[in-house]
């Protein structure tokens, strides 16, 4: 029972995907600076906090961007794999227990 719950959601779950590439040319995908700890204002040094003033006020790093774009057969192949997962799903027998 757990297999066909699986698959079931697999195979929802491609093409659900696939349908969303039809309109989808390329992904931007941002990855910002991590932050922080604010160490200074743990260990109440004047010579910490003096340095942490300074570092602030230097300028942030971009962001790195990586793209990601998209074949033309991407959404063709995740609609037919998806839907082929799902038809599969619907003639697994059952148990006798289920």
């Known amino acids: 029972m757990i297999w066909r719950a699986l698959f079931l959601a697999l195979g929802i779950t491609m093409i659900l995907l696939g349908s969303q590439l039809f309109f989808v040319e390329q992904v931007e995908i941002r990855r910002l600076r991590p932050a ?4 200074a204002a743990n260990t109440g040094n004047a010579y910490d906090s003096a340095f942490q003033n300074a570092s602030a006020q230097q ?5 790195r961007t990586v793209t990601i774009s998209r074949k033309e057969w991407m959404p063709w192949s995740l609609l037919a794999v998806g839907s082929i997962v799902v038809i599969y799903t619907f003639t ?7």
Do not use: E, K, S, V
């Open 36 to 39: 922080t700890p604010n160490t």
């Open 92 to 98: 697994i027998p059952r148990r006798g227990g289920d």
């Open 59 to 63: 300028p942030a790093p971009a962001p």
